[in-house]
Every structure is written in structure tokens, then in C-alpha cells.
């Protein structure tokens, strides 16, 4: 499933949820991005925007401050690197034979 079409599922989901609770869905959908990304260290608007945006919870003003985020993409590689790693030396162990 490409990005499109895995992000209109999640907006799928996340208006009919706000819809069967009877909550606004535009803060449904603000508490989303501002949920962090699985694999990284910060939210969708930070990617965007390079700050967080304000929400109904009380925020600290140095959370809301510009703050560049950078190298994502390197880390998301990096990330990938290890987890290939990991994977590659367990199946070495599971083909390995080892007979007492």
C-alpha cells in the first residue's frame, strides 16, 4: 500500500471515530500530527513546519518555539541499516546447523 493511500485510511479513521464520539473532528485530526512519527523523534507538523502547534493541553512556550529538524531522512536510513542488520544475523543463526 503506497503513502497515499495508507494516509486517507488513517484520515478515514480518525473522522469516523470523531464522528461516532460526537467530538470536533479538526482536533482529532491536530492531535494526530502532532503525535509522533513511529521510527522518529518528532510529528508530522514538526517535519512541515519546524515547530509543534498548540493543542487544548497547556504547552510550554519553549515547546512551541521554532526548531529545525534535520536529518530526517538520514536517520530513517540509519534506522533501517540496523534493523536490516539484526535480521540478517538472526537468519544466519536460525540457517546455521549446529549438532551436538
Known amino acids: 500500500m503506497g503513502k497515499a493511500e495508507s494516509a486517507i485510511k488513517i484520515a478515514k479513521r480518525l473522522l469516523m471515530k470523531a464522528f461516532h464520539d460526537g467530538s470536533d473532528p479538526f482536533i482529532a485530526i491536530l492531535e494526530w500530527r502532532n503525535m509522533l512519527t513511529e521510527g522518529l523523534n518528532n510529528t508530522p507538523v514538526q517535519c ?50 549446529l549438532e551436538m
Open 48 to 97: 512541515l513546519m519546524s515547530k509543534r502547534m498548540k493543542t487544548l493541553l497547556p504547552t510550554s512556550a519553549r515547546l512551541l518555539l521554532l526548531q529545525v529538524v534535520r536529518d530526517v531522512v538520514e536517520d530513517k536510513k540509519r534506522k533501517q541499516t540496523i534493523y536490516k542488520g539484526t535480521i540478517n544475523h538472526a537468519e544466519q543463526w536460525a540457517n546455521c546447523n
